[in-house]
Nanobody, 128 residues
């Protein structure tokens, strides 16, 4: 059973930065495609970023975070990261990390159904 644990959320002023971490156990981390999603109150869970398995050569971002957020992975440490810069109040949400053991196909990385495992979420609040 794969377990994902997020950390690093908190309260930050607009324009500030946070770094989220997702620690993974229970399966060879390097073989998993990984993603970040977020869910604001009253809204659907939405895609934020994706990093491919192994070397993490393929990266995908939602348009709303492109240029501000950076996803990365440390296979030796079984951890994925999301560096969030230039934060805006609209980035306020619970952030979830997710892992997939499936084969990636066109556009699938942005769908919640592509992922097999989810963390419990970490709250990010950006004040104006």
């Amino acid at each position: 059973q794969v377990q994902l644990v997020e950390s690093g959320g908190g309260l930050v002023q607009a324009g500030g930065s946070l770094r989220l971490s997702c620690a993974v156990s229970g399966r060879t981390f390097s073989s998993l495609d990984m993603g970040w999603f977020r869910q604001a109150p009253g809204k659907e869970r939405e895609f934020v970023a994706h990093i491919s398995s192994l070397s993490g050569a393929n990266l995908y971002y939602a348009d709303s975070v492109k240029g501000r957020f950076t996803i990365s992975r440390d296979n030796a440490g079984n951890t994925m990261y999301l560096q969030m810069n230039s934060l805006k109040p609209e980035d306020t949400a619970v952030y979830y990390c997710a892992a997939s053991k499936r084969l990636l196909y066109s556009g699938s990385y942005s769908a919640t159904t592509f992922y097999d495992y989810w963390g419990q979420g970490t709250q990010v609040t950006v004040s104006s």
